[in-house]
């Protein structure tokens, strides 16, 4: 996978390339339909983004946002056929540069593009300055090409995008983020030890914390989650919240993985969000919150042998 963290000295094979680019979290029908529109026969197709993202850099103190980690995205935009992912680093240098700029310093000069895609509300240069059109300006000036993709439409023909896919998390629908998605929405990171208490009452949980990832509306959902990189996906139940009945704590994501009995501290875990049971909800007692954790056990079994 060619990665490269920045715009700055690239070597000769990383320049010319046909790019696609926008900020890609999620990569939604959206996303792909833009990176369709890099693709030419005369030159490689890369992709550009912006890390972090101009939003974390805006406003550093907004809930977490991000659909895809980093490297789950590039692995992502790698897949459908990119040769190369520039993660442009964006700092102040870079928000201060107006439109003409960023096109002259970064496409230009930098990337030494041949062809730039992007969606029809790309905004881009010092306070949004730079729209699409601009962009088909500025490149005749800079001597590349510029293709500008129209609305695609999701879902109950919604536009495709990461806000509306968010907005699905955040309301405990992850089967309508995943039809704006493609796939199940996936969280991901190192399992860690929590209290270990599950152990003392049958579920045994693999605990990771999604950090920089968007947290979707607490709760019990049916899941499928492997180790990653293993390719075998396992049913399971998981909990997402700060639970309420022995005592809060930041929000983690807690897996039960169905008939799976291995120390996994330390391993990288993927878990899939298939469809929301219930609210995290305060019990009476550690033996009801038990007696629902069977019922909540049997629910996602039927749910997920069902789907297959």
């Given at each position: 996978m060619a990665v490269h963290a920045d715009y700055r000295n690239l070597p000769a094979s990383a320049r010319g390339y046909s790019v696609a680019l926008g900020n890609f979290d999620g990569v939604h029908p959206g996303h792909r339909a833009v990176i369709d529109a890099a693709r030419v026969e005369a030159h490689p197709?890369?992709?550009?983004?912006?890390?972090?993202?101009?939003?974390?850099?805006?406003?550093?103190?907004?809930?977490?946002?991000?659909?895809?980690?980093?490297?789950?995205?590039?692995?992502?935009?790698?897949?459908?056929?990119?040769?190369?992912?520039?993660?442009?680093?964006?700092?102040?240098?870079?928000a201060s540069m107006t439109d003409e700029e960023f096109c002259r310093h970064v496409?230009?000069?930098?990337?030494?593009?041949?062809?730039?895609?992007?969606?029809?509300?790309?905004?881009?240069?010092r306070g949004r300055?730079?729209?699409?059109?601009?962009l088909s300006s500025l490149g005749r000036s800079f001597g590349f090409d510029v293709t500008v993709v129209e609305k695609v439409e999701g879902?109950?023909?919604?536009?495709?995008?990461?806000?509306a896919i968010?907005?699905?998390?955040?309301?405990?629908?992850?089967?309508?983020?995943?039809?704006?998605?493609?796939?199940?929405?996936?969280?991901?990171?190192?399992?860690?030890?929590?209290?270990?208490?599950?152990?003392?009452?049958g579920f045994p949980?693999?605990?990771?914390?999604?950090?920089?990832?968007?947290?979707?509306?607490?709760?019990?959902?049916?899941?499928?989650?492997?180790?990653?990189?293993?390719?075998?996906?396992?049913?399971?139940?998981?909990n997402f919240g700060r639970t309420p009945t022995t005592g809060l704590r930041d929000p983690l994501l807690e897996t039960y993985i169905f008939d799976f009995d291995r120390d996994i501290y330390g391993q990288y875990l993927e878990v899939a969000l298939v469809r929301f049971?219930?609210?995290?909800?305060?019990?009476?007692?550690?033996?009801?919150?038990?007696?629902?954790?069977?019922?909540?056990?049997?629910?996602?079994r039927r749910h997920l042998s069902a789907g297959r």
């Amino acid at each position: 996978m060619a990665v490269h963290a920045d715009y700055r000295n690239l070597p000769a094979s990383a320049r010319g390339y046909s790019v696609a680019l926008g900020n890609f979290d999620g990569v939604h029908p959206g996303h792909r339909a833009v990176i369709d529109a890099a693709r030419v026969e005369a030159h490689p197709l890369g992709v550009a983004t912006f890390e972090p993202p101009p939003r974390a850099f805006f406003r550093p103190n907004d809930p977490p946002f991000r659909l895809y980690r980093p490297a789950r995205r590039n692995a992502r935009l790698i897949g459908l056929g990119a040769k190369a992912v520039f993660e442009l680093p964006f700092n102040g240098q870079m928000a201060s540069m107006t439109d003409e700029e960023f096109c002259r310093h970064v496409l230009h000069e930098g990337l030494g593009v041949s062809h730039v895609a992007v969606g029809f509300d790309f905004r881009f240069g010092r306070g949004r300055m730079g729209d699409a059109d601009r962009l088909s300006s500025l490149g005749r000036s800079f001597g590349f090409d510029v293709t500008v993709v129209e609305k695609v439409e999701g879902p109950e023909a919604i536009k495709a995008s990461s806000t509306a896919i968010r907005e699905a998390l955040i309301a405990g629908e992850p089967q309508r983020a995943a039809e704006m998605l493609g796939h199940d929405w996936i969280a991901d990171g190192h399992v860690e030890k929590g209290e270990q208490r599950g152990r003392t009452i049958g579920f045994p949980t693999a605990n990771i914390r999604l950090g920089s990832l968007i947290h979707p509306r607490h709760g019990v959902y049916a899941v499928r989650a492997r180790i990653a990189g293993t390719g075998d996906w396992l049913d399971g139940v998981a909990n997402f919240g700060r639970t309420p009945t022995t005592g809060l704590r930041d929000p983690l994501l807690e897996t039960y993985i169905f008939d799976f009995d291995r120390d996994i501290y330390g391993q990288y875990l993927e878990v899939a969000l298939v469809r929301f049971q219930r609210p995290e909800a305060h019990f009476p007692s550690l033996d009801d919150m038990v007696e629902q954790m069977h019922r909540d056990k049997e629910e996602a079994r039927r749910h997920l042998s069902a789907g297959r």
